[in-house]
């Protein structure tokens, strides 16, 4: 239990230490970085290396953002197994809503309970 | 005087980046938020009757929970001003990035300003992501 937690604490800093690198040295936008990071995700989902890494790493591959890509290809192809080719389309927010749900509902709730800082 | 582009003046200006230090708190940060997380899935492990394969689910909104507090007391963009990437790329940054452009524009309204608005930042990510999965995932199909 406590090593599961190292595992993660080690791989989920290495993630963002290359998305740190990818800002300073190759100077690109803090918003491309995570854009690049989500693809890498889903390609790493779509060869089937996304899985086994969140076997060994846990929430260090579940938290940072190219989970977001793994859910997005993993939830598309569930889907596409039983529905065929539309079942893409259908699937695709199957696994991320629970992080595109929440962070609606709490983006509401925390405009309603926080003012803005100037 | 030689020409100078706009890139190397640019280039003249622009601030030392303090590569290892940068790296270092983005390791540290970065890494702390996903043990955070990992604790926060042994907790759901454990105490409820989630499975490795659901348990991302509640991982992810509590962390998402915590983000919006963190970002409503303004706690959020100070520890992101140290720790760089470590706070954007863990799921939190995305919370983040919704979370504060909702509170920023609260008093342009809840329709046109929170509404309209919350996805500004995030909204690349989203975008790249269900394109690029959607490509993939039709590939695969077709190839299975």
Known sequence: ?118 | MKTDTIKTIAKKHDPKRPLAKNCLMSFIFGGSLCALGQMISLFYLYFFDFSEETVGDPTVATLIILTMFLTGWGVYDKIAQVAGAGTMVPVTGFGNAVISSAIEHRNEGFVLGVGSNMFKLAGSVIVSGVFSSFVIAIIKTLLA
């Open chain 1, 1 to 118: 239990m406590v090593i599961s937690v190292f595992v993660a604490f080690v791989v989920g800093g290495l993630i963002c230490t290359i998305g740190q690198l990818i800002i300073d040295v190759f100077k690109q936008t803090p918003a491309f970085m995570l854009s690049l990071f989500v693809v890498i995700g889903s390609v790493l989902d779509g060869i089937g290396l996304y899985e086994p890494f969140i076997d060994f790493a846990g929430a260090g591959a579940t938290v940072p953002i190219t989970s977001f890509g793994n859910g997005l290809v993993h939830g598309a192809l569930k889907e596409a197994e039983q529905s065929g080719l539309i079942g893409v389309v259908i699937g695709m927010f199957q696994l991320t809503s629970a992080g595109i749900t929440s962070a609606i509902v709490f983006g509401v709730i925390g405009a309603l309970l926080f003012k803005p800082r100037s």
